[in-house]
């Protein structure tokens, strides 16, 4: 049996685009660091092109798999978890690309600093957006952050395996496609988080994102998962609303196309919402019809 990789790099891929697959893959293949095994899994078995160009890459470091039929993303990111060999694992979405150094410097991270089992970093956007999310750096403040939104980028974060398989955490489907805040929420009584203060990955934004074309399922999943961190950690929460006591409401932006719009009191707590023909009070109460 040949000797097991440092680092398994994860990918699921859905009817993809031909071309933002290939920067997704030569950025990977092009990594600075060069100890990893690359895993695909395709799950739109019928779309058999994606297969034909995976193909066309002369690296045996990708490993290319397909499901017998459409699993969703929650059973992806699981069946890849399974198949994945490395010590770490490196989460990457089918449409982004990583800086070459990106795999390099999480690796080092980790091997300094065994009680961190996940790091990630910053996200420049690319495409419909063009700006750069910048994420807190250190576990007490990522945790206090996690009470509202998920501050561990998923497509750009790495995760020490042996904390998953230690105790038996995997993707939860119930919570898709907010999996991943689900994810760091199970993670969170076992291990530290980190994010490298620097891009890592260029997240291209479009109108086929999940966030976009899944908008209001996962607004729903992620509620569920901030409800539960917050029962289980009251204290972060608190923290999170005296860190922005001062903050006024603000507007959370909606996809383009989307009539929709919502603002929080304090960032936080849901005040008014238009859902269609409704303004709503507290994201359910209808207060005012509009007119077309």
Same mark, same amino acid.
């Given at each position: 049996?040949?000797?097991?990789p440092r680092v398994?790099v994860?990918?699921?891929i859905y009817?993809t ?7 997704c893959?030569e950025?990977?293949?092009n @990594?600075?660091?060069?100890d990893?095994?690359f895993?695909?899994? =395709?799950d739109s ?8 160009i995976?193909q066309?890459?002369?690296d045996?470091?990708?490993k290319?798999?397909e499901?017998?039929? =459409?699993?969703?993303?929650? &059973?992806?990111r699981n ?8 010590e770490?694992? &490196?989460?990457?979405?089918h449409?982004d690309?990583s ?5 390099e410097?999480q690796v080092?991270f ?5 009680n961190?089992g ?5 996200l420049? !956007?690319?495409?419909d957006r063009? !700006?750069?999310?910048?994420?807190p750096e250190?576990?007490?403040?990522? $945790? ?6 998920s501050y561990?980028l998923?497509?750009a974060?790495?995760?020490?395996k042996s904390?998953l398989d230690e105790?038996n ?11 991943d805040?689900r994810?760091? &929420?199970r993670?969170w009584p076992?291990?530290q988080?980190h994010n490298i @203060?620097?891009v890592?990955?260029n997240?291209?934004?479009?109108g086929?994102n999940?966030?976009?074309t899944?908008?209001?399922k996962m607004?729903?999943a992620? $509620?569920?998962v901030?409800l539960?961190?917050c029962e289980e950690?009251?204290?972060?929460? @608190? ?5 922005h006591?001062?903050t006024?409401?603000n507007?959370?932006?909606m996809p383009k196309?989307s009539k929709?719009w919502r603002?929080?009191l304090?960032?936080?707590i849901?005040?008014? $919402?238009? $859902? ?12 005012i019809k509009?007119k077309?």
């Open positions: 049996m040949s000797k097991s398994s994860l990918t699921p009817n685009n031909i071309g933002h697959l290939c920067e893959i950025s990977i293949i @990594q600075t660091f060069t990893f095994e895993i695909i899994l =395709n078995p019928n779309n058999k092109q994606l297969k034909k995976i066309t890459y002369d045996d470091r990708i290319y798999y499901n017998e039929k =459409n699993m969703g993303i929650s &059973a992806s069946r890849l978890l399974e198949l994945a060999r490395g770490y694992i &490196a989460i990457f979405d449409d690309i800086v070459p150094d990106r795999l410097r080092e980790l091997d300094t600093h065994p961190v996940v790091v990630s970093g910053w420049r !956007w690319f495409g063009n !700006w750069t999310h910048i994420t250190y576990d007490i403040d990522i $945790k206090i952050h996690l009470t509202h939104e561990l998923h497509t974060a790495m995760i020490r904390v105790h955490i995997k993707y939860e489907e119930q919570y898709s496609p907010a999996e805040h994810l760091w &929420a993670l076992f291990t988080f @203060q620097d890592l990955v997240y291209r934004w479009n086929n999940t966030s976009t899944s908008f209001e607004q729903r992620a $509620k569920a901030r539960e961190i950690h009251p204290a972060f929460y @608190q923290e999170f609303l005296n860190s006591k001062d006024p409401i507007t959370v932006v196309h929709n603002y929080r304090f960032g936080v849901p005040l008014l $919402k238009r $859902k269609k023909k409704w303004i709503l009070l507290f994201d359910f109460l209808p207060i509009i077309d």
